[in-house]
């Protein structure tokens, strides 16, 4: 028994609710349904069963290398390896020397080092502590790093916002200048 199903009337329907939904910046229905099959895939062991753990394991491989391209961690510890003339133009390559952002990335790396090290011994414990300990660190940076440094290789806001931000800042003193120029009757180009 087969059902027939019109195709053409469901892209048409489909068509429609897609140009009568407006664009959102932020909603909740995509987490939820991301945990949810979470909670299924509790119920899918039976059919995980039978898949080969090595493709499971690659699976997994693949997801945990594709997540860090953007980590910004991670970008700054390849740039320790990579020559300068080579370093993407990225806002914390631009405005902080590389001693210094190679420095910070460093003792991120310690800090990332010893969370590891107290997670894995019999001081797990004391983990939640540990986590805690990163805010005196993160405040003693302060001491080493000027705050201007900080706010650039600590910064909370992405590099495609971050970068947006600035070409206007540019944007903004390049027309000002240019207003300054015609004020003083100089010949502008």
């Known amino acids: 028994m087969f059902i027939e199903i019109d195709i053409s009337k469901t892209f048409n329907y489909v068509h429609k609710l897609i140009s009568f939904i407006s664009p959102c910046s932020e909603q909740r229905v995509t987490n939820f349904m991301v945990f949810l099959l979470h909670g299924f895939s509790v119920l899918m062991t039976p059919v995980l069963n039978l898949m080969p753990l090595p493709i499971l394991y690659g699976l997994f491989l693949y997801m945990g290398v594709a997540s860090l391209r953007g980590v910004e961690f991670f970008e700054r510890v390849t740039l320790m390896f990579m020559p300068q ?99 003083k009757g100089e010949r502008v180009r």
């Open 85 to 183: 003339k080579y370093q993407p133009d990225l806002h914390y390559v631009r405005h902080v020397p590389n001693r210094r952002m190679h420095l910070f990335t460093l003792l991120q790396f310690a800090s990332l080092g010893v969370l590891c090290i107290v997670k894995l011994t019999a001081a797990k414990l004391i983990f939640p502590i540990a986590v805690l300990g990163l805010v005196v660190v993160r405040y003693f940076l302060k001491y080493i790093f000027t705050e201007e440094e900080l706010e650039i290789l600590d910064d909370k806001m992405p590099e495609l916002t971050r970068r947006k931000k600035e070409d206007a800042q540019k944007e903004v003193k390049r027309n000002w200048g240019v207003r300054e120029r015609e004020g």
